[in-house]
């Protein structure tokens, strides 16, 4: 799928747009890029129109300029929704993805139509405690990838997939990984626990595979009980549960999005 550019940006999208229906953006983890959503842009083309970015310094996403930073992402893909007179969508968010969709709904709520948010955590209620261990682990993982990106991405397969398919295409995509956008990755804090909670007037998702970390589980657990939202963890799935589990997770998907079109 050919990359398009958001003038005066450095971010790259791709479009998948079939016509008057519904739109479903998709925002990936962190260290890979939009191709982590291949069997999504499969399963729903033609059902929706699609949207996914390249998150700064990711993918095709690397045309930058001083001044660009992480903390403008929602911004740039309003300007998307702006250029292609997108009235509001259905919002999908993996791991990193989940604290922009969040970001996005708190700056523009009148355009989401929902949020779903697999293997993320509340960013306007993320404990200190468990906000200093998962810095702790990343600071872990970027002393790896200082010394060899290929090191980096051999670790990072089994702590982000758990069959072999996933954590084989999570690689593929994280080798192409660039140490100096790890930059980026650092105005994150800005965007967490920065903004009072509110009353949210869209359906909410949240879920994680069953393999995924415990601490991880435990957040998901809690955000639904303390939000009673929808919850789910995957059989069989890791951390990026799209690519573990990807016909499980669009049929559950597929499903919640229908609820929520049909409370409207």
Not at 47 to 56: G, H
Not at 183 to 212: A, F, H
Not at 235 to 250: L, S
Request: charged share 25%.
């Amino acid at each position: 799928m050919e990359s398009l550019y958001l003038e005066n940006s450095p971010i790259a999208y791709y479009l998948d747009n079939t016509g008057n229906k519904e739109w479903i953006v998709f925002i990936h983890a962190a260290f890979v890029d939009r191709r982590m959503f291949e069997k999504q842009f499969d399963y729903f083309s033609g059902k929706y129109n699609l949207l996914a970015i390249d998150i700064l310094g990711h993918g095709n996403s690397i045309r930058t300029r001083k001044g660009d930073s992480i903390e403008k992402t929602s911004d740039w893909i309003n300007r998307i929704f702006q250029k292609h007179n997108i009235p509001a969508a259905h919002f999908v968010g993996v791991s990193l993805g989940c604290v922009f969709i969040q970001d996005f709904a708190d700056k523009y709520e009148n355009k989401v139509l929902s949020l779903s948010c697999f293997g993320g955590y509340d960013v306007k209620n993320f404990d200190a405690d468990r906000q200093k261990a998962n810095a702790k682990a990343q600071m872990k993982m970027m002393l790896k990838a200082l010394f060899s990106i290929k090191w980096f991405a051999k670790a990072n397969k089994s702590i982000s997939a758990y069959t072999s398919e996933a954590q084989t295409a999570f690689y593929k995509m994280n080798i192409r990984f660039k140490k100096h956008s790890f930059k980026y990755l650092s105005g994150l804090n800005k965007l967490v626990n920065v903004s009072p909670k509110k009353e949210r007037k869209y359906g909410l998702l949240v879920g994680c595979g069953e393999y995924d970390i415990p601490m991880e589980i435990e957040i998901v657990n809690e955000w639904a009980e303390y939000e009673n939202c929808d919850k789910v963890i995957f059989k069989n799935a890791g951390h990026c549960v799209n690519m573990d589990v990807p016909q499980a997770f669009n049929s559950f998907l597929e499903n919640f999005l229908q609820k929520c079109h049909s409370k409207k």
